[in-house]
């Protein structure tokens, strides 16, 4: 059993403390809107924020997130108030297949409350999530619409 | 429709198929006192034709057929049909028909496959008729309420006038009355210089769920009672399950059962997929291998190599004049061999489908491209029935041709039936995914050109050894053994037809089919086909001395479209003008998918191996551009998974298997590589064109051609990891 506060809320859950915490999130938990695509912390899918800073939830155990904030895609808006960078996303027509969408805005937001206006070269050094439809310019473009608001 | 079913029934059992991802659409038949039968939608809404529902509030139901997976076909058809249905764009939403609700109405549907950039350019024609048809059947309802012709009507915006007395009313007052009436026989489609939705960069329909993560992949679904499954197929393509050893994980938390899966895979089934996962890694397996286990891409490259032989048999693709004798002539020949790998698709959700398969009935929920090829695997796995059959599509995370293959849903379907009754979900692991693609295609290419003595070019041969796809994949598309595919962009004619005139050319394939399963992945024949003939290009040109933009010119005067697209990207870099001090610009054009396309390159280079990628101008003709908001991202997009293949891809084979397995050993760009595409769109109109797959055909040359200009190196082999240069 392990207890992980996910959104505000606390999760006891059936769970092995070596489990990664992306699948606790999503089977254990029910959140499926943090992704997995490699399980090996290269692609970025699965971010979210653990106490603030974005991390590869693939690549953290139950036992290493228990006790700490644990932010999802699922709860970056303010009850109905859309997070400034989902709706930039939804403004600026992000995401194509969107599947690698939840990660990279959970990067974005990361940064955007680390440096509300980062440079192009803070951009290219924070955000190294993989998009294989390749939404590159279009989250650079919006990254710098919520900079510039 | 002529089968006698009770509406009730035949109501509730689609619903409750598919409540379980909470969308879906349902069909009841209604019939009233003798009319045509009124059918009706989840809700009760009318179809006024099958592709249109309209709902009391003046909402509009759109039916989509095709798969969305990022492209944005779905908004994009949805503004075809919206255009000749002049309803009110805001309140447009969409919905997929399932292919065995399709397949029950003789295919009303039309074709379900969404591959080859046909999505939009297959079905315009008849979607937009399904558009005006419910336009007309609307109109003809007013005016029949108002009595009054209804030729005296109009409609915008989904309210109809009638324009001598005024009087108004909106499509959701008249919906009920026009699903009553008997469709149009013929309908007649705008002019597309009348287009007002169509040809407008507006907004994806599909935005919002992307962005909170209540967007349902197919990873996602949830169906109560469920199971996980994790799978192992046999690592090497060819070769057999031999045995495993269940008793070594019989005490492993939440394990249900371990499954054999036909003759070469195994199954976990668990409570959770990370309890599966790690089951079916601690599961002892024994493959047999086969012969197969001694290929590797040494043997398979050897093989092909003996191909480029001209003494070898070959189809011929396209030819005119006497190739042979010409090179034989001529003042002075260029030769150079060329090779492409292959390549994984590499989408960001793995393969997964979701099964459950009762006695007398198999419904499957998957992200699919195909999804009458989904609900024939369904048939064929589960042994049942068309009509206990179904497949419930659900947004995939990138298809790029993978998804348009059904050996995933084949899978789930064979697990599921032997656990009647309960639901299972199976996922592959990033791994499997790896190990187990449809992958581009290897080849290599040897290239001759030849001279006269005035520097013209005289004859080019093109001799082109590997792998067929059509072979493995859709044999009765060979002709007498050909595949007319692998000659995607140097077709003598057709929607990949060659854009230079030589006066004498020999186009040929030797066929050489490693035991490696290919598939269509985006760009299919196109990538390397554009690579070779578009660096070779350069190369002829270089050996001529001149300008490689005005050189390819000079063999482009009996083809316009190719060359106003090659025109417009020299145009918008500023070929004529030099790039700024240590950048190198490179050019490239190729047709493919019906569409014209060129890109160009600007790029720097350190120390011979770091490139850094400066610009990307990027033009297309489709004929006509739906939404160019969309076809700009299918463009940059191309970009990014053609150069992540050129850089990073490139899958390789030993003892018969593939070696790469992750992200790691097999990455893709990232934003900090990536610069801005420029795109540049010249609709000519009279034809359609696809636009997801051709723009990739140029990433690579462009670059490739730009990294000669900066350091004299021709590079013939992909990828560039292999020969140690990367990005900056």
Redo the contacts between chains.
């Keep these: 059993m392990a207890n992980l506060t996910i959104n505000g809320k606390t999760f006891t859950l059936d769970v ?1 403390p070596d ?2 915490l992306l ?1 606790a999130i999503r ?2 938990a ?11 912390a ?2 970025g ?1 699965c971010t979210v924020h653990i106490d603030g800073v974005a991390t590869r939830s693939c690549g953290v155990s139950v036992a290493e997130a228990e006790g700490k904030k644990i932010t ?3 709860g ?2 303010s009850g109905k108030t ?1 997070h400034k960078v ?1 709706e930039a ?2 403004a600026k ?10 990660g990279m ?1 959970m990067a974005v937001a990361a940064l955007l409350s680390e440096k509300p206006k980062p440079t192009d070269a803070d ?3 924070a ?14 473009e919006a990254i710098h619409t919520i900079a510039s608001a | 429709m002529n089968k006698h079913v009770s509406p009730k029934m035949n109501r509730r059992a689609f619903v409750i198929g598919s409540a379980a991802v909470g969308a879906g659409l349902a069909i009841g038949l209604d019939l009233p006192f003798g009319g045509p039968a009124v059918v009706r939608a989840a809700d009760g809404s009318p179809e006024i034709g099958a592709w249109v529902v309209v709902r009391p509030d003046d909402t509009v139901v759109i039916r989509i057929a095709r798969s969305e997976m990022g492209q944005g076909s779905l908004t994009g058809l949805a503004q075809l049909v919206a255009e000749e249905l002049e309803c009110d764009w805001s309140k447009v939403t969409t919905e997929y028909p399932t292919p065995g609700q399709s397949v029950a109405r003789k295919r009303v549907w039309g074709d379900f496959s969404t591959g080859g950039s046909r999505g939009i350019r297959s079905s315009q024609d008849y979607v937009r008729k399904g558009g005006a048809t419910a336009r007309v059947m609307l109109i003809q309802a007013a005016a029949d309420s108002w009595k009054v012709p209804a030729s005296e009507c109009t409609a915008a915006r989904s309210v109809i006038t009638h324009t001598p007395t005024g009087r108004t009313t909106t499509y959701g007052k008249v919906a009920e009355a026009a699903a009553r009436l008997t469709p149009p026989a013929d309908v007649k489609l705008k002019d597309p210089k009348d287009w007002k939705l169509v040809g407008k960069g507006v907004l994806r329909l599909d935005t919002a769920d992307k962005t909170t993560g209540t967007m349902v992949y197919g990873i996602d679904v949830k169906v109560p009672a469920m199971l996980n499954a994790a799978i192992k197929d046999c690592p090497v393509f060819g070769g057999k399950l031999k045995s495993y050893d269940e008793a070594k994980i019989a005490g492993m938390k939440g394990v249900k059962k371990v499954v054999k899966v036909g003759d070469t895979a195994v199954a976990v089934v668990a409570d959770t997929w990370w309890h599966a996962k790690t089951a079916l890694e601690a599961l002892p397996i024994v493959w047999d291998e086969g012969d197969n286990a001694k290929v590797s891409s040494e043997s398979i490259a050897k093989w092909l190599a003996e191909g480029l032989d001209n003494e070898q048999p070959a189809y011929v693709g396209n030819k005119n004049g006497d190739v042979k004798a010409a090179i034989a002539g001529a003042a002075r020949k260029v030769e150079a061999v060329y090779n492409y790998p292959y390549q994984n698709h590499a989408t960001m959700e793995p393969m997964n489908a979701t099964a459950l398969y009762t006695a007398d009935k198999c419904e499957v929920w998957c992200g699919t491209q195909n999804g009458e090829a989904a609900f024939a695997a369904v048939l064929e796995a589960s042994g049942l029935p068309a009509e206990k059959c179904d497949v419930h599509k659900v947004m995939p995370g990138g298809g790029f041709g993978r998804r348009g293959q059904t050996d995933y849903v084949r899978q789930a379907v064979m697990i599921a039936k032997q656990m009647p009754g309960t639901p299972i979900k199976l996922l592959w692991s990033r791994e499997e995914d790896m190990a187990h693609g449809r992958y581009h295609p290897i080849t290599q290419c040897k290239m001759t050109g030849a001279f006269d003595a005035d520097n013209n070019l005289v004859a080019l041969h093109y001799r082109l050894s590997g792998q067929s796809i059509l072979f493995s994949l859709r044999p009765e598309a060979l002709q007498n053994g050909m595949d007319p595919a692998a000659f995607q962009g140097v077709a003598q004619s057709g929607e990949a037809a060659f854009g230079y005139s030589v006066p004498n050319l020999l186009i040929e394939h030797a066929m050489r089919n490693p035991h490696v399963p290919p598939g269509f992945w985006r760009g299919v024949n196109v990538n390397h086909n554009a690579i070779y003939m578009e660096c070779f290009m350069d190369e002829l040109a270089n050996a001529a001395g001149q300008d490689p933009l005005e050189f390819r010119r000079k063999l482009m005067g009996n083809h316009p479209k190719h060359l106003a697209v090659l025109n417009a990207v020299a145009e918008k870099i500023g070929w004529s003008k030099p790039a700024p001090q240590g950048v190198y610009r490179g050019i490239a054009q190729v047709m493919g998918y019906g569409s014209y396309v060129a890109g160009a390159a600007e790029i720097s280079v350190t120390d011979g191996s770091k490139i850094k990628v400066h610009r990307i101008v990027a033009s297309t003709d489709p004929g006509y551009v739906v939404n160019p908001a969309q076809v700009e991202r299918q463009i940059a997009g191309s970009f990014v998974y053609g150069l992540s293949a050129l850089f990073y891809g490139g899958c390789t084979v030993k003892d018969g298997k593939i070696e790469q397995t992750n992200f790691d050993t097999y990455n893709s760009m990232r934003i900090n590589e990536m610069p801005k595409v420029e795109s540049v769109m010249v609709p000519s109109g009279g034809f359609w064109g696809g636009v997801g797959e051709p723009t990739i055909g140029v990433a690579a040359p462009a670059v490739l051609n730009a990294y000669f200009a900066a350091t004299g190196k021709r590079i013939r082999s992909v990828p560039l990891r292999d020969q140690n240069i990367t990005f900056a």
């Design positions: 092995e489990t990664p699948w089977e254990n029910g959140l499926t809107g943090t992704k997995y695509g490699c399980g090996i290269q692609c899918a999802t895609i699922e970056l808006a859309l989902q996303w939804i027509d992000v995401p194509q297949c969107g599947y690698c969408q939840s805005i951009i290219d050094e955000i190294t999530n993989i998009c294989r439809c390749g939404t590159f310019q279009q989250v650079r």
